[in-house]
């Protein structure tokens, strides 16, 4: 190391180019005694070391004979002959000699012995001496120190106050794939230009000023020795300093973590893996809509894996038809969502949803539902294009939004090919992994039970709904003194078909019943159980029985059903006496609309539902005058989840009041008010008007 760099951290009156050694140097560790002898053999010069060595101070050693003062008897003639041979200018002598202390004791001496000369010519003899047990000790620390250094797995480097390295271990060779000579004399910058030169150099400089070492600096790079592999290093740095703390400069240890780091890389992805999946487990499936759960899935993959997500069913299995065999030749897939994480013309190339597409067996997203397996194109071409777009104009669309990268996954349910997730990349930069493929797999796999549990309950919804539909009556032919309108409107597509209905029933004399329903519980069975107590309730009411009768026969025969409770208004409309009897098995009150006065509910007695039996009915004759309107309904026209029931009623009665408009008008009125999208219940309506 040169003393300008050592000098370039130093104060103004240290930058001497000569000057006093601190005490602490090695030389004062080994403790190097020096005398002088004339070529008689006497101490002309002793130094104090020599004294601490040896016991003699200057004034009892200055003068005497060395052999005979520091010499056993049995070694005298040899030191004779060696003393000899250094004067005569033979060499220098070294090796170890054994010399007495002043305590009468013997020490053994490491010795360099040298033959001097003055300006007169006069010759001495100058002896280097130091306690052999000493040297020793510190040779074997040297020794130690330099295999660690030269053997050791760990990177090992020495920067001068300047921060240019002066001295690099094999390891560190090795890990920066560069030869120690081009590293000496030169900075880190220049050395290693693909590591963090500010970063690394600025946490030096701070260890200079400060002495705090930093320990376990954590950096990632790419050396000359492997370009195309990004590694891992923990770094540590530590001032160096001499015994007397000078300052020398910066030591630095090197470790190859890249297995530890790429370990924490995987770790950090099957977390994220996870926590991605979990989230998805949370927000796909929130209901039993199929399009709701297809766009659920495809808003979870973007931006999470893609820029653009599209989620496709095959036609076939909309239809109910299982393909659990490997498909062969086209497909046909019907688009139910697309997702994107910005606006871009990559989604007009995607199908619009609803509508059906055909794909032709060479297509990407075809082979993905045929095989059964992810299909993925990390670097998209335009040939590529061709496979994945619907069409040339889609295709072009792609690449001008910059479409790089591709991946289809099956969507797989029960051990059936139901449909498709097809993902895009272009903004992102980084193209599909098979991490990639492994995370939209998983989304897949769990995304898929849902819509497949959502395209079974739509299937049996449909179902329901048709018989629903079918049982309800057709429009009544022309009735005596009464004009009526009629509406049924199921739950919301998420929910299930209820049991509500209604009917119209001409009778003998000219009178007419009016009955709503509704069934507890929902699906097939509810439909079922409404359309035979509505076969049950035509049969009593052309018996010609009274509205008490009717309910307490329906009671009697619902008790026997499954569902086995349902509520039921019982209206029976005489022209003849201008009245009409009401009877109610648990159902909602109806309302009384009468020109000029404002909209009331009929307090009637509510009665049990039906199936409980043994609760008398009870009926209620109301006068009705021409003009005067009387609207049936169920529960699910003003019951919510989130309002109490008065306040619904009130809602109604408050919608109902005004002018008199047409029936068919006042039904669409009140639904559109009083429904939400997301109702979970259906709703049978009826309302009738009282003729001249």
Excluded at 634 to 652: F, H, K, N, P, S
Aim: proline share 6%; glycine share 8%; aromatic share 4%.
């Amino acid at each position: 190391m040169g003393t300008d760099g050592f000098q370039a951290d130093l104060g103004p009156a240290e930058r001497t180019e000569l000057g006093p050694s601190q005490p602490g140097g090695l030389l004062d560790v080994l403790g190097v005694a020096a005398g002088v002898l004339d070529t008689d053999g006497r101490i002309v010069f002793w130094s104090p070391q020599a004294q601490a060595l040896l016991g003699y101070s200057a004034e009892e050693a200055l003068g005497q004979f060395a052999a005979h003062l520091l010499v056993a008897d049995e070694h005298v003639d040899r030191v004779l002959h060696l003393f000899a041979q250094v004067m005569e200018g033979e060499g220098t002598w070294a090796g170890v000699f054994p010399v007495r202390h002043k305590d009468g004791g013997t020490r053994l001496l490491e010795f360099r012995n040298m033959r001097l000369q003055d300006d007169r010519g006069d010759l001495y003899a100058l002896g280097l001496a130091t306690d052999q047990a000493t040297l020793r000790r510190v040779e074997r620390d040297l020794a130690l120190s330099v295999r660690l250094v030269d053997q050791s797995p760990i990177g090992l480097a020495v920067l001068d106050t300047d921060l240019r390295y002066v001295m690099v271990n094999p390891a560190l060779e090795r890990i920066n794939g560069l030869p120690a000579e081009e590293h000496l004399g030169r900075s880190v910058r220049q050395a290693l230009p693909f590591l963090d030169a500010d970063s690394v150099e600025s946490g030096m400089r701070r260890v200079l000023v400060t002495g705090v070492p930093l320990l376990d600096q954590y950096t990632v790079g790419r050396t000359q020795a492997d370009p195309d592999t990004e590694h891992a290093w923990s770094v540590s740095y530590y001032r160096l300093e001499d015994p007397g703390g000078t300052v020398l400069g910066v030591g630095t240890s090197a470790v190859d973590v890249t297995d530890r780091h790429r370990a924490a890389l995987d770790a950090d992805r099957a977390r994220h893996r996870l926590a991605v999946v979990a989230d998805a487990s949370v927000r796909i499936g929130t209901t039993l809509d199929l399009e709701r759960t297809c766009r659920e899935l495809a808003d979870v993959a973007v931006p999470e894996l893609a820029d653009m997500a599209a989620v496709d069913v095959l036609d076939s299995a909309l239809a109910g038809h299982r393909t659990t065999a490997p498909a062969h030749g086209p497909a046909l897939f019907r688009a139910l969502a697309v997702a994107a994480a910005y606006p871009t013309e990559a989604a007009s190339a995607a199908d619009p949803p609803g509508e059906v597409a055909r794909y032709d067996a060479d297509r990407l997203v075809t082979r993905a539902v045929n095989t059964s397996r992810p299909v993925m194109v990390p670097h998209v071409g335009e040939a590529d294009l061709s496979l994945i777009a619907r069409d040339p104009r889609a295709a072009a669309l792609m690449a001008r939004a910059g479409v790089h990268s591709y991946l289809a996954v099956p969507l797989i349910a029960r051990g059936e090919v139901i449909g498709a997730l097809d993902l895009v990349r272009a903004r992102n930069p980084q193209p599909f992994t098979e991490d990639d493929a492994t995370l939209a797999s998983e989304l897949a796999a769990r995304a898929a039970v849902c819509i497949d549990n959502a395209r079974w309950y739509q299937q049996q919804r449909d179902t329901a709904l048709t018989l629903q539909r079918s049982l309800l009556p057709d429009p009544p032919p022309h009735l005596f003194g009464l004009e009526v309108a009629s509406r049924y409107q199921p739950a919301s597509a998420a929910s299930e078909v209820g049991g509500d209905w209604y009917d119209i029933l001409p009778l003998t004399g000219d009178r007419t019943a009016l009955i709503v329903g509704d069934v507890m519980g929902s699906g097939i069975k509810a439909a079922t159980t409404m359309g035979r107590l509505r076969t049950a309730t035509q049969t009593l009411a052309g018996l010609g029985l009274e509205p008490t009768q009717v309910l307490r026969n329906l009671d009697r025969i619902t008790a026997g059903l499954d569902p086995y409770f349902a509520t039921c208004t019982y209206a029976l409309y005489d022209p003849h006496s201008a009245q009409c009897h009401i009877s109610t098995a648990g159902h909602l009150p109806p309302v009384r609309m009468r020109p000029g006065h404002a909209p009331e509910l009929l307090d009637l007695p509510t009665g049990a539902p039906l199936g409980v039996g043994g609760v008398p009915f009870r009926t209620t004759a109301i006068d009705l005058d021409p003009g005067d309107q009387l609207v049936l309904y169920t529960d699910g026209l003003v019951e919510t989840r989130d309002q109490d029931i008065d306040t619904r009623l009130d809602a109604l009665l408050t919608l109902l009041d005004g002018p008199q408009r047409a029936l068919e008008y006042t039904c669409d009125h009140l639904l559109a008010a009083l429904r939400q999208p997301d109702d979970h219940d259906d709703v049978a309506l009826l309302i009738a008007r009282i003729r001249r």
